[in-house]
Structures are given as structure tokens and as C-alpha cells.
């Protein structure tokens, strides 16, 4: 008897076992899908990449053995003939595959929040100066985290150049032909239209007259970085003008010249695109390269959910 009650007394301590362990993890998933603004089923932002990119699918599902959120990206190949999925994790907007969780640090977040104002170098302050000379040296150049380029493989086919280049077009732009990715034809053509139909006005008269071409497609990494370059994809633009007006329009070229302060080159001092260029561009989903602490003041890249993080970010100030 006494043998019998000592075995039920076990099995009463491993039932409770069982049921605490399950409690806990229950609790565990309800306190995970209760945070502040996340939906119980997604990544608390990814509805910005959902409604930047309303053709492709993300399915979510929480990973528990991961501890976060797999996405399972599908989007159109080709000519939309077929679709292909491709399984991500969130990683904090960063869009990992599996073997690369581990390297997460490696990776930027897709998600910053973008300027739209320049930044005055006459306001830096020294703390200002020194985190600008490390983010721009060439070790942090050479080896810090770089643009992760998963997303936008599975989004636009952009893993090789072979596949890359079986998406690219050359459309009429502005008064020059441009490459690019077939996926922003539509948006790019209605910038055309806005500008070309501002072109007679005081202001867009001498951009149009000095109008030297229009670079897109290059396969190629950003300048001393492992970062594949936006124009890699074909969803970036460089607009250059002739003589850039004598002034300096690439902080890199700016850099060669004056290495010790070039990042206090007056803004006056670099060439800028008309303001209705650049208000044209960020209408249609487009992030301009002059408000970076490393300007690019030609540039022009494809980025909508960076657009809709900004407008977020001030609606939800205290998010």
C-alpha cells in the first residue's frame, strides 16, 4: 500500500510538472503577442512592408524554437508566369534567412527613420563629428554592418546578375533613357510626367538646360563597402548635371579632396536638385540620397517603406 501511494505521489508531482510547464508557456505566447501594438499573428511593423509592396504576399508564423518571426515572402517572377516563396525571419525589420540569425549584428535594419531636411554642418557638435569620422572610416567602411539584400532578392529576383538582368527595361526618363528595374517603369514614368510638365517653369528651366544623363542599372557594391548597391537592383537613380554647377555633389569625391573636413562642406556649397524633383520622387515611394550625413545629392533610390516609417514614426510620436 504504502508502495502504491509512494508511485501516485510521483505521478501527482510530474502532472503538476506538466501543467505548470504548459501554463508557462501559454502565458509565455500571450505576453509575446500582447506587446504594445503588435498583432498577435505578425511582426508588429510589418504592415509597413505590406503596404509598401501591395504585390507581394508575407505570411507570418512565430518561430518558437528561432524566438522570432518567420515571413514567408511570395512574389511574382518574370512576366508574373509564376511566383516563388521565400522564408524569412523578422529580426527586427532586418529579413534574415535562418543561417544568418546568428549574424544578425552583421546587418543594418531596413527600417530608419529618413530625413527629409539636411543636416546643417554649422550645428554639428563634437559628438556629432566623432560618430560621423567613425561611421565614415575606412575599417567601419570596410567591415560594419551592411544594407541586408534579402528582401529585395525574394521581392524583385535580384540574387544574381543574371537574374537581375532579365528584369531590367529602359524607359524614356525626363529628356535621357534610363535602365531599370521593370517593377518602378510605372512610378518612374509618372515622375517624368510631373517634372516634363513643369519643365517651361523659372525654376526646373536651368536643371533641364545643364541635364547631363541619367545612370540606373550597374551591377556593382557601394563604394568601399560589402553593401550590394541599390543600383545593383535597378531601383536607383543618379541624376547628374553638367559641371555640377561648380559645386560638389558626392561626399566621397568631397572627402579625396579635404579628408580632415569634408563633412563641414556648406550645404550651399553642393549641388541640390530642384525641390519639386525631390518632392516628385518621395511622392512615388523614393528616398533622396542629400539628406544622408554621407550625401549623395545625385542620387535617388526606391525605398516606400522608408517613406511610410517616417510618416508612422509622426503619427505615433510616442509609440
Known amino acids: 500500500m504504502a508502495a502504491g501511494k509512494g508511485r501516485m505521489s510521483r505521478l501527482l508531482k510530474i ?19 500582447a506587446l504594445p501594438g503588435r498583432k498577435a499573428d505578425e511582426p508588429e511593423l510589418l504592415f509597413l512592408f505590406k503596404n509598401a509592396y501591395p504585390d507581394v504576399e508575407f505570411n507570418s508564423k512565430y518561430d518558437m524554437e528561432a524566438g522570432d518571426w518567420l515571413i514567408k515572402v511570395t512574389s511574382a517572377r518574370l512576366n508574373g508566369t509564376h511566383t516563388k ?61 551592411i544594407e541586408p539584400p534579402f528582401l529585395y532578392d525574394a521581392i524583385y529576383d535580384t540574387g544574381t546578375r543574371e537574374s537581375t538582368e532579365q528584369q531590367i527595361v529602359k524607359i524614356d526618363f525626363l529628356t535621357k533613357s534610363i535602365n531599370i528595374h521593370k517593377k518602378i517603369e510605372a512610378p518612374m514614368k509618372r515622375i517624368s510626367k510631373k517634372i516634363m510638365a513643369l519643365s517651361k517653369q523659372p525654376e526646373l528651366q536651368p536643371f533641364f538646360s545643364t541635364l547631363s544623363r541619367t545612370d540606373g542599372y550597374a551591377w556593382r557594391s557601394v563604394r568601399d563597402t560589402k553593401s550590394k548597391s541599390f543600383h545593383s537592383l535597378g531601383l536607383a537613380i543618379d ?33 541640390t536638385p530642384p525641390e519639386k524633383l525631390i518632392e516628385a520622387f518621395a511622392e512615388e515611394g523614393f528616398i533622396w540620397g542629400g539628406t544622408w550625413i554621407v550625401w549623395d545629392n545625385m542620387h535617388f533610390e526606391y525605398r516606400p517603406e522608408l517613406i511610410a516609417y517616417k510618416e508612422y514614426c509622426e503619427n505615433n510620436p510616442h509609440r
Open 85 to 145: 516563396t521565400t522564408e524569412l525571419y523578422w529580426s527586427d525589420s532586418r529579413f534574415l534567412p535562418r543561417e544568418e540569425l546568428k549574424n544578425s549584428e552583421n546587418y543594418r535594419k531596413m527600417l530608419y527613420l529618413y530625413s527629409f531636411k539636411i543636416p546643417e554642418p554649422s550645428e554639428f557638435t563634437e559628438d556629432d563629428i566623432i560618430r560621423i569620422k567613425q561611421f565614415t572610416s575606412t575599417e567601419n567602411r570596410r567591415n560594419g554592418a
Open 15 to 33: 502532472t503538476r510538472k506538466n501543467i505548470l510547464t504548459c501554463a508557462l508557456l501559454i502565458l509565455a505566447i500571450c505576453d509575446l503577442n
Open 239 to 271: 541624376i547628374l548635371p553638367r559641371g555640377y554647377y561648380q559645386k560638389v555633389i558626392y561626399w566621397g569625391w568631397q572627402k579625396q579632396l579635404r579628408p580632415d573636413d569634408w563633412y563641414l562642406t556648406p550645404v550651399s556649397k553642393r549641388w
